[in-house]
Nanobody, 122 residues
Framework: QVQLVESGGGWVQAGGSLRLSCAASGSTSSRYAMCWFRQAPGTEREFVAAISISGLTRYYAESVKGRFTIARDNAKNSLSLQMNSLKPEDTAVYYC???????????????WGQGTQVTVSS
């Protein structure tokens, strides 16, 4: 079992930056691939970024490539998402998740946090 808690969300103007964090407890997160998804009101959960256990493999959604950076610190059981050049369309609840393989498919992830709200105003 892994418990995940996101933090760092908030309100920012378009063009600004935010850094999300995800703290893992319980079974060590270094055994799992990890990722970020997001969900805006009235939409389905959308893949944002994923990172392998070693950190050597990273996937990004096309919509965030070049703007967002996913990283992990296995010693601290933590995951982060640095978000730069934010756009109003990035507004959503952001969730971190952990699973056995690094993938862009939500159903492959076994453990999910409660989410943190990110709001980008124009």
């Amino acid at each position: 079992q892994v418990q995940l808690v996101e933090s760092g969300g908030g309100w920012v103007q378009a063009g600004g930056s935010l850094r999300l964090s995800c703290a893992a407890s319980g079974s060590t997160s270094s055994r799992y691939a990890m990722c970020w998804f997001r969900q805006a009101p009235g939409t389905e959960r959308e893949f944002v970024a994923a990172i392998s256990i070693s950190g050597l493999t990273r996937y990004y959604a096309e919509s965030v490539k070049g703007r967002f950076t996913i990283a992990r610190d296995n010693a601290k059981n933590s995951l982060s998402l640095q978000m730069n050049s934010l756009k109003p369309e990035d507004t959503a609840v952001y969730y971190c998740a952990a699973g056995k393989i690094v993938t862009m498919k939500a159903y492959e992830y076994d453990y999910w946090g409660q989410g943190t709200q990110v709001t980008v105003s124009s």
